[in-house]
């Protein structure tokens, strides 16, 4: 078992930007987002769950899955929801544990962006937040997603507010500033991170001599 170290962060707080600075250090990256779309890709069993379920309105004209509807559709019955969540969540764990268990580095990074709204922050050694003036997530989120200040704004309440989530925070790394200025950062706890990861499986093999 990797030693696995949670990325998470509200919208536009960086956590692409920092998870490719990690990856530049050689560190295996595994995407929640990513995991999530791939369970749901067409030919994948639970794609056919779904339109048997839900039908035809949750499938776009390509196959693949028409994810505004299905909010809609569970957003209004909560039991549909909880149903859709039955089926995937445990499909998402076996994946994501799967590719935990392929990673070839001492730790892996984990990007979560919901890790705290799910409960998921017991699951791993060390949580790092992506933490941003409030402003400026507004600003970055309107300009990527291209998204009004009031989408944005209703994107942001909806998440974990930003104290809940930095009280969960073993580390952090204030992304409010320029990108240059996170590069020394992820190198300390990159660092710091190889030698946690070493001292954890050097107690996991005395365990077991
Ligand atoms: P997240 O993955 O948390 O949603 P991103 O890494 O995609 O956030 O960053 C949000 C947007 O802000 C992107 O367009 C990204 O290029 C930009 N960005 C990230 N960090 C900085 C920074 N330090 N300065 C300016 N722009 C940034």
Redesign the pocket.
Known sequence: MSYIVALT???????????ESFARHGVSIVDADIIARQVVAPGEPALKQLHQRFGHEIILADGSLNRPALRERIFSYPPDKEWVNHLLHPIIHARTQQLFAQADTPYVLWVV?LLIENGLQTRVNRVLV?DIEPQIQLS??M??DGISRQQAENIIAAQVTREKRLACADDIID?????K??EPRVALLHRRYLEFAASVNRQDIAKHD
């Open positions: 962060g509200g919208i536009g707080s960086g956590k692409s930007t920092v998870a962006p992506v970055r989120t300009l990527r992304n409010s500033g320029d990108p200025s996170i």
